[in-house]
């Protein structure tokens, strides 16, 4: 046997068996470490979280409502005419109410036509059907919605009231809610308070279980709030003034949920 390995051996380059020495050598020395790797695989760490909850409540200090002008016209052209001209008016005399330029905006602004259908009665013959049901534009209905912010709510039910009594065709509820700084400075105050519940909870029921806390592992924060809210009712020019509805803001809550995971 060992004749015939020498035989074989002897029967090649230097150079040929170096490189198959090599190759043998690669192959171990590859299951090792895939060997050493399966062994010496750090086991995942076991992890425990915790829930924290705040609530923040606060006066809003912004209100918003938006205004729509309606007007319908045989020719596309006089609506929006007219449109214009009451929303121009309107939004013209709101800034005499200290109403800011930038806090006035435009939501919509569409033009629809309005169609009327007529059956008209066709001559008899084996390719037309006798009544045939035709469409043609009656007129244009031209709509523009505009939106107001303000700060000023003494002001509010004066705005509600003009707009009303001065061409806007609705006029939507105020919404109550908070400038972008105060939302963020009021996010940051309900997320501060919460982490401090979610610690708490942990530090006692990781007591009571007999456990000892290590590391965080994660953090989450699930946002609670509540959408800016309606705080009065819907006004048309052909319901109710808006001056004999007493509008308050009330209070808003700002609710965070945080969830600290901790290794244990």
Known sequence: MIKNISSVLSNQSPTHIL???LSICLVIVTASLVWMA?????????????????????????AQFSFTVEKTFP?????????TAI?????NKILSFGVKKENIKTLDYSVYPIYEYEAIVSP?????????????????????ST???????????????????????????????????????????????????ARIRAKAQAKALGISLGDIQ????????????????????RGESASSVSIEPGQSSINKQVTITYYI
């Open 218 to 237: 994660g953090f989450y924060v699930q946002d609670q709030s509540p959408y800016p809210y309606a705080a009065a009712k819907l006004f048309d020019n």
């Open 87 to 91: 929303t121009e008016n309107l939004t």
């Open 19 to 21: 490189f198959k020495i």
């Open 38 to 62: 399966v062994q010496y695989r750090p086991q995942p760490r076991a992890t425990i979280s915790f829930t924290g909850q705040a609530e923040i409540k606060k006066t809003p200090t912004v």
């Open 124 to 144: 008899k013959n084996e390719y037309t059907p006798p009544i045939v049901n035709t469409q043609k534009i009656k007129a244009y209905r031209v709509t523009q």
């Open 75 to 83: 020719v596309a052209s006089k609506a929006r005419k007219e449109v």
């Open 147 to 197: 939106m107001i912010e303000t700060d000023n709510f003494d002001t509010l039910e004066s705005l509600l009231t003009f707009a009303t009594d001065n061409g806007a065709t609705s006029v939507g509820s105020p919404q109550f809610t908070f400038s972008e700084n105060e939302k963020k400075k009021i996010a940051e105050e309900a997320i501060a308070e919460a982490i401090k519940d």
